[in-house]
């Protein structure tokens, strides 16, 4: 008997979390700096994001770019892996879009 979780549950383990997801968006548009992903990411913690991008760069979605400057100069981006990503995250956030409105209204229903 396999005991070994199935495949979608390891790769949705490392991306599911609701920080991964909104680096992943973030990155979607090109090289960000520390600072700036932290300014755009309303909620998370330095501690949260340093972490979460620590276990992106582990499983190859994003890359961590330190260029020979004073003062020292970080940016993040993702691979060739983690582009990969984008399309299904652009699909998820236009199912958002398309069905907000429909999840509100069932969330009310059940709240009655």
Known sequence: MNT???LAYITLEM????????????LADGEHR???????ITGISAKMLTQTLRKLQHNGIVHRQVYPEMPLKVGYRLTD???TLVPPLKSLCQWAD??????LQAREKSQS
């Open 98 to 103: 398309e069905h907000l409105n429909d999840v």
């Open 34 to 40: 520390y600072s700036e992903l932290q300014k755009k």
């Open 4 to 6: 070994s979780p199935p």
């Open 15 to 26: 991306i599911s979390d609701k920080w991964a997801i909104l680096i992943v968006y973030h």
């Open 81 to 83: 892996l983690g582009e």
